[in-house]
């Protein structure tokens, strides 16, 4: 039976960017007529979201004879696909997809206060105002990206959380593996990079009970489909596209929630020492020439790998110290 057709008389005045973006990516081109018929609305109105799709970085063409079309494939996350496509032993006391949110991570970190359930999943499609380390933003186009944050609660104090970025780097790393994305490494202290150029992050914000229980909301960004909006990126930038042929994006996130959940389960048992040897493998640092900068001081030295904690051993001369996530940031020469 051929879906109803909802009417101009009851259909809001403007359709939502989800609604003329979902028709998009279900048809190889549609006119502008064809897109208001089917959304009940004014050509108008699908021309208004689609100049704020392009705005938001979605590449969309305008052919005149066919309409408009996606440049690249879409796939927008579904909540009940990506509950099917997890692993029956992967258990989340929540799964939420949202379109848009302030982050995923501010979403969590809300409703830690209130809700008492572990494992709380949240995904956007839009983040407006997401954010990686030291505040910086983080953006990804409508459908081109990954914003995926899990909240995890823990018995135990903050101090025995130290590491917790680099395990679920290493869960990353692997997750990615397993859906066929090779060549994916971890920069210290919580970035995903690829050729040289960053892949994705993580940020780690803790709350609750210093002494214990406390809990950890687990930011994960990953660029999947770049497109136009690389031009807005101010670093070296990659996306899953660059590495893989059509990476499904249900599969890929899925891949994550499994792989995160028994990653964390573990940390909570060993702590960070179950961790250690894998992130040693997936070291993309070790042995390079880095700049340790803390406030006005510069300090050059050479990566040494990571010690017991997650925290980074630098040699500066003939002698080797430690280096801390949240005290320096790191510059990597080339």
């Given at each position: 039976?051929?879906?109803?057709?909802?009417?101009?008389?009851?259909?809001?005045?403007?359709?939502?960017?989800?609604?003329?973006?979902?028709?998009?990516?279900?048809?190889?081109?549609?006119?502008?007529?064809?897109?208001?018929?089917?959304?009940?609305?004014?050509?108008?109105?699908?021309?208004?979201?689609?100049?704020?799709?392009?705005?938001?970085?979605?590449?969309?063409?305008?052919?005149?004879?066919?309409?408009?079309?996606?440049?690249?494939?879409?796939?927008?996350?579904?909540?009940?696909?990506?509950?099917?496509t997890l692993a029956p032993a992967t258990r989340l006391g929540d799964l939420a997809v949202h379109?848009?949110?302030?982050?995923?991570?501010?979403?969590?970190?809300?409703?830690?206060?209130?809700?008492?359930?572990?494992?709380?999943?949240?995904?956007?499609?839009?983040?407006?105002?997401?954010?990686?380390?030291?505040?910086?933003?983080?953006?990804?186009?409508?459908?081109?990206?990954?914003?995926?944050?899990?909240?995890?609660?823990?018995?135990?104090?903050?101090?025995?959380?130290?590491?917790?970025?680099?395990?679920?780097?290493?869960?990353?790393?692997?997750?990615?593996?397993?859906?066929?994305?090779?060549?994916?490494?971890?920069?210290?202290?919580?970035?995903?990079?690829?050729?040289?150029?960053?892949?994705?992050?993580?940020?780690?914000?803790?709350?609750?009970?210093?002494?214990?229980?406390?809990?950890?909301?687990?930011?994960?960004?990953?660029?999947?489909?770049?497109?136009?909006?690389?031009?807005?990126?101010?670093?070296?930038?990659?996306?899953?596209?660059?590495?893989?042929?059509?990476?499904?994006?249900?599969?890929?996130?899925?891949?994550?929630?499994?792989?995160?959940?028994?990653?964390?389960?573990?940390?909570?048992?060993?702590?960070?020492?179950?961790?250690?040897?894998?992130?040693?493998?997936?070291?993309?640092?070790?042995?390079?020439?880095?700049?340790?900068?803390?406030?006005?001081?510069?300090?050059?030295?050479?990566?040494?790998?990571?010690?017991?904690?997650?925290?980074?051993?630098?040699?500066?001369?003939?002698?080797?110290?430690?280096?801390?996530?949240?005290?320096?940031?790191?510059?990597?020469?080339?």
């Open positions: 039976m051929a879906e109803p057709r909802p009417s101009r008389s009851t259909a809001a005045a403007e359709p939502s960017a989800r609604a003329v973006l979902a028709e998009l990516g279900a048809h190889r081109a549609m006119s502008g007529s064809a897109l208001a018929e089917r959304l009940g609305v004014s050509r108008a109105a699908v021309w208004k979201q689609v100049e704020r799709l392009r705005e938001a970085g979605v590449e969309i063409q305008a052919q005149a004879g066919s309409g408009y079309r996606l440049g690249a494939p879409l796939e927008l996350l579904d909540e009940a696909a990506l509950r099917h379109w848009q949110l302030d982050s995923t991570s501010s979403e969590l970190l809300r409703r830690a206060e209130h809700d008492p359930r572990d494992l709380l999943a949240c995904l956007a499609e839009i983040q407006t105002a997401g954010r990686g380390r030291r505040g910086r933003r983080w953006h990804t186009p409508p459908g081109g990206g990954i914003a995926l944050s899990l909240l995890k609660r823990f018995d135990a104090g903050m101090a025995s959380l130290a590491g917790l970025s680099l395990a679920v780097g290493v869960a990353a790393v692997d997750a990615l593996a397993a859906c066929g994305i090779d060549g994916v490494a971890l920069k210290w202290p919580n970035d995903l990079v690829a050729r040289g150029a960053k892949l994705g992050g993580i940020l780690v914000e803790l709350g609750g009970d210093a002494l214990g229980p406390c809990h950890a909301v687990i930011g994960l960004g990953i660029n999947l489909r770049l497109g136009a909006a690389a031009d807005m990126i101010d670093q070296a930038a990659i996306d899953l596209a660059a590495l893989a042929p059509e990476p499904s994006r249900t599969r890929v996130v899925a891949g994550l929630l499994d792989h995160l959940v028994a990653a964390l389960d573990r940390f909570a048992t060993h702590g960070f020492a179950a961790f250690a040897d894998a992130y040693a493998r997936h070291d993309a640092l070790h042995g390079r020439d880095v700049d340790v900068v803390r406030g006005a001081e510069r300090r050059h030295g050479v990566a040494r790998g990571i010690d017991a904690r997650g925290a980074l051993r630098v040699a500066f001369g003939g002698r080797e110290e430690t280096v801390d996530a949240g005290e320096v940031s790191l510059r990597v020469r080339a």
